[in-house]
């Protein structure tokens, strides 16, 4: 399929009009080498695929002749540039079952890389390595990648590989549906990184910031909250959004093509001569909406991207707090930031790294609006009804949420107080 138009971007996002909704949920991790504390290599890091695939029934994805990642049903492991390890998981229909897979996951990592002497670390930001240190990986992508992201984004390079973060992906039953999910989703970004802090140490010293991988992504490339994404966005909004936005490389063939900041627009009016002024493919098109770092994103879902990365409990906890309000109580979580300013989200979200649970929007601090959509997102989960074995429902996955705003004290500053 050739996109022509504007009109088959619109359709690809119709597309993604779903009559059930799903969960999906991509957790980044850190590699080290247990005794050094060292970034594992890829040699090492390959290793570890390697036994998964033999222990644990994974199969191979190779580029070229490397082997980059594995995949398993609807599961898929890939290697981030600095060989952070990520699991993408499946469509799920409960964060029980969300739960579940990230702790067998984590299960297995664990014993691949106990028999090579490495260690995992769920954190938003390495607390160890100086970015020179820190190994690469044989992805072609990458290559492009390192040579064009600081062009736009001083600390690009820092985000590609220090970072690990939590997407969650959710899903929309029409346009309407879509505009009040993007809304509330961009409107919580900085509550989102405040709560979800966990990223204060770099290079084993206090950063200044709770959470310092927000604040890179802040000052990446293709990044942040665009102005544009608060004032009721739809698919046609999104749609210009994209045209417009340079490519970041164009993959003819296996090989990755440097775009010369070329936009989408010129691929559709055939405008871009490395590519023989061909017109871009359904997968050009997926490719160019996968490199846009944002922190809220559209595919055909919806993509949430502003949780540090954390440990098994905390995995849980940022997708079933998001379920229960996306999902349970979109209304009234609407309702809740109505009056919200714009100009106050946008200053709440560049402040929330450093200040965290005391960032203000509207005069109220994110300890206080957490209060109100913890128990939202509680009332939403208990009206889904999704109940484990034991007659749990998702609300136990809360608990890592309860704690920090009950204690109003993040992951964070709960590492900087061990320093101490």
């Known amino acids: 399929m050739q996109i022509k138009s504007k009109k088959n971007i619109i359709d690809h996002f119709n597309k993604g009009i779903k009559k059930n909704l799903f969960i999906g949920v991509e957790n980044e991790k850190f590699l080290f080498e247990e005794k050094s504390n060292k970034r594992a290599s890829y040699n090492k890091v390959r290793q570890t695929l390697e036994i998964l695939k033999k222990n644990f029934n994974w199969k191979e994805v190779k580029e070229d002749e ?11 492991i890939s290697l981030e540039p600095g060989n ?46 100086n970015i020179d240190d820190v190994p690469n990986n044989p992805k072609q992508r990458y290559k492009v990648m390192t ?23 959710l899903d929309y039953l029409s346009e309407d549906d ?47 909250l665009p102005k544009i994404f608060l004032e009721n966005m739809d698919f046609e909004k999104y749609a210009d959004y994209v045209i417009n936005l340079p490519l970041l490389f164009i993959l003819k063939g296996n090989q990755h093509i440097f775009s010369k900041k070329k936009t989408f627009k010129d691929f559709m009016n055939a405008k871009i001569q490395e590519v023989n002024d061909n017109l871009p493919t359904l997968r050009d098109l997926e490719i160019h909406l996968s490199t846009i770092f944002t922190e809220v994103r559209l595919k055909n879902y919806l993509e949430i991207r502003s949780l540090d990365a954390c440990e098994w409990d905390c995995d849980c906890a940022g997708p079933a707090f998001f379920t229960g309000l996306v999902y349970g109580k979109l209304n009234e979580a ?21 200040k965290g649970l005391k960032t203000e929007i509207g005069g109220k ?3 206080y609006w957490g209060k109100i959509f913890l128990n939202l ?5 208990i009206s889904r009804n999704y109940l484990n074995s034991k007659g749990n429902n998702e609300t136990i996955f809360l608990k890592n949420v309860e704690n920090i705003i009950k204690k109003n004290k993040t992951k964070a500053e709960e590492t900087l107080e061990d320093l101490k």
């Open 66 to 76: 490397n082997l980059i990642g594995l995949k398993l049903g609807g599961k898929s």
């Open 84 to 129: 952070q390890i990520e699991l993408a998981g499946d469509k799920l229909e409960n964060i029980h079952q969300v739960c579940s897979e990230s702790y067998t996951f984590q299960n297995q990592l664990e014993k691949a890389c106990k028999e090579i002497g490495l260690k995992t670390l769920s954190v938003g930001y390495d607390p160890f390595s």
């Open 147 to 169: 040579v064009e992201m600081p062009k736009d984004g001083e600390l690009s390079l820092n985000m590609m590989y220090q970072t690990s973060g939590t997407q969650i992906n």
């Open 178 to 224: 879509f505009k009040k999910k993007f809304k509330l989703i961009s409107y919580l970004t900085p509550l989102s990184i405040a709560v979800f802090a966990n990223s204060p140490i770099i290079e084993n010293k206090p950063s200044g910031y709770l959470s310092y991988r927000a604040k890179v992504w802040q000052k990446t490339s293709r990044g942040g």
């Open 334 to 354: 609407l309702d809740v930031i109505k009056n919200w300013k714009i100009d106050d989200v946008l200053n709440a979200y560049l402040e929330a790294p450093s």
């Open 365 to 367: 601090s994110i300890s």
């Open 377 to 381: 997102s509680k009332e939403g989960l």
